[in-house]
């Protein structure tokens, strides 16, 4: 079974840092593209960024980029969000995903599946 579990959420105080992990099993994980996406209360999920499988190409939300670092390490099956300059809006439960084909890869939704468990951000003083 496809599997992606993210983590390294937590309490932060605004203009902190935090880097989330997501660990992926049960397929080929250096084949697909890797994104990331949150969903506050109340809010639509919102896509944020997108690395491709061999970590060549990244997308960013315009909501995120230059704040938010993606990376991936295909040996440790492992995608990182380095999320820097928080604010308080940043709150929410940041999910992974991996894409449904290997050679998509964006903030769109739709072109993603099998969602992990997300980890809460609280963004806050």
């Known amino acids: 079974d496809v599997q992606l579990q993210a983590s390294g959420g937590g309490l932060v105080q605004p203009g902190g840092s935090l880097r989330l992990s997501c660990t992926a099993s049960?397929?080929?994980?250096?084949?697909?593209?890797i994104g990331w996406f949150r969903q506050a209360p109340g809010k639509q999920r919102e896509g944020l960024s997108c690395?491709?499988?061999?970590?060549?190409?990244?997308y960013y939300a315009d909501s995120v980029r230059g704040r938010f670092t993606i990376s991936r390490d295909n040996a440790k099956n492992t995608v990182y969000l380095q999320m820097n300059s928080l604010k308080p809006e940043d709150t929410a439960v940041y999910y992974c995903?991996?894409?449904?084909?290997?050679?998509?890869?964006?903030?769109?939704?739709?072109?993603?599946?099998?969602w992990g468990q997300g980890t809460q951000v609280t963004v806050s003083s």
């Open positions: 995903a991996t894409t449904r084909s290997r050679r998509a890869c964006g903030v769109n939704a739709g072109i993603f599946r099998s």
């Open positions: 049960g397929f080929a994980f250096d084949d697909y593209s």
């Open positions: 690395i491709s499988s061999n970590g060549g190409s990244t």
